[in-house]
C-alpha cells in the first residue's frame, strides 16, 4: 500500500490478506483514510501526499480529486467531515475545507474556504457538531466553524514545546475535549465555540508525540523520555 505503481490505496480482505482492488499512483502520506457519506455517496477520503481524493469503497473507482503537494510530503492530519465538507490541514497549504457536491455527470470537489492562519501542521484535529477544534502553528489551541471557515477563538499559551514541530493529540469526551500536549501535561477543556474554558490540567508524562487511549476512566499513554520510556495508565477523577 502506498506504492506507485497503481496501488497507493489497497483494499484487503480482513481474514484472507488477499487485496480486493488496488487505485492511484501517489506517494503515500501518513494520514489515515476515513470512510463518510458526502453529497449522498458513502466514499473512501485519502489524503496522500500529493492529493485529497474520494474513492469508491467498493471497487476503488476514483471519484474526485484535489491536488495537494507539500515540501517532504507531510500529509498527517486525518481528514475529518461535517456534512459535505472534508477537513485537512498541512504545514504549507493551511486549513483546507473541501465541498463534495453532486453533478449531473458524477462528484465534484470545490474549495469551500482556506485559511494559512490556522495551519495545522501534523496534529489531527477533531469535530464536535459544526466545530473544529485543533493546534495551529503558532502553538494555539483554536475552533473553527466548519462550514464557513471562520474562526471562532485561539488561545495562544504555548500549549506545546516546538513552534515548528508542535503536536498534540485530542480525544473528544462528551462535552469536553482532553488534549495531550507534546510535553505530557493533559488538559480539559469545554467543546464551546463561544470561548475557551479551561476544566483542568494535569502532568501526565514526559515529552511525546504519540496519540493516547482512554478507556473506562483510565488514560495509557507512553512517556517518551529516553531514560524512562514507558507505558503509563494514568486514572482521571471528576
Request: proline content about 5%.
Amino acid at each position: 500500500a502506498g506504492g506507485t505503481n497503481g496501488a497507493s490505496v489497497v483494499c484487503l480482505e480482513k481474514k484472507a490478506g488477499r487485496a480486493r482492488w488496488k487505485s492511484q499512483s501517489d506517494y503515500a502520506g501518513y494520514a489515515p483514510p476515513v470512510l463518510a457519506t458526502l453529497a449522498g455517496a458513502e466514499q473512501l477520503i485519502c489524503f496522500t501526499a500529493e492529493a485529497l481524493i474520494g474513492l469508491d469503497p467498493i471497487n476503488g473507482e476514483l471519484l474526485w480529486r484535489v491536488p495537494m503537494k507539500t515540501s517532504f510530503g507531510r500529509h498527517v492530519t486525518t481528514p475529518v467531515v461535517v456534512d459535505d465538507v472534508v477537513v485537512v490541514a498541512s504545514h504549507q497549504v493551511g486549513l483546507v475545507g473541501t465541498r463534495i457536491v453532486r453533478t449531473s455527470t458524477g462528484l465534484k470537489a470545490e474549495q469551500a474556504w482556506l485559511t494559512k492562519e490556522l495551519a495545522v501542521n501534523f496534529s489531527s484535529p477533531v469535530v464536535v457538531g459544526n466545530y473544529l477544534y485543533g493546534l495551529g502553528p503558532a502553538r494555539n489551541l483554536f475552533c473553527l466553524e466548519v462550514p464557513t471557515g471562520k474562526k471562532m477563538w485561539s488561545k495562544d499559551s504555548h500549549f506545546t514545546t516546538s513552534a515548528d514541530k508542535s503536536h498534540a493529540s485530542f480525544i473528544v469526551m462528551g462535552n469536553n475535549i482532553l488534549v495531550l500536549t507534546d510535553g505530557g501535561e493533559i488538559i480539559l477543556f469545554e467543546a464551546n465555540p463561544a470561548a475557551f474554558k479551561e476544566a483542568g490540567r494535569a502532568q501526565v508524562c514526559g515529552l511525546n508525540w504519540c496519540n493516547p487511549a482512554y478507556s473506562d476512566g483510565r488514560l495509557f499513554v507512553r512517556d517518551g523520555v529516553k531514560t524512562t520510556g514507558e507505558l503509563r495508565c494514568v486514572e482521571l477523577l471528576p
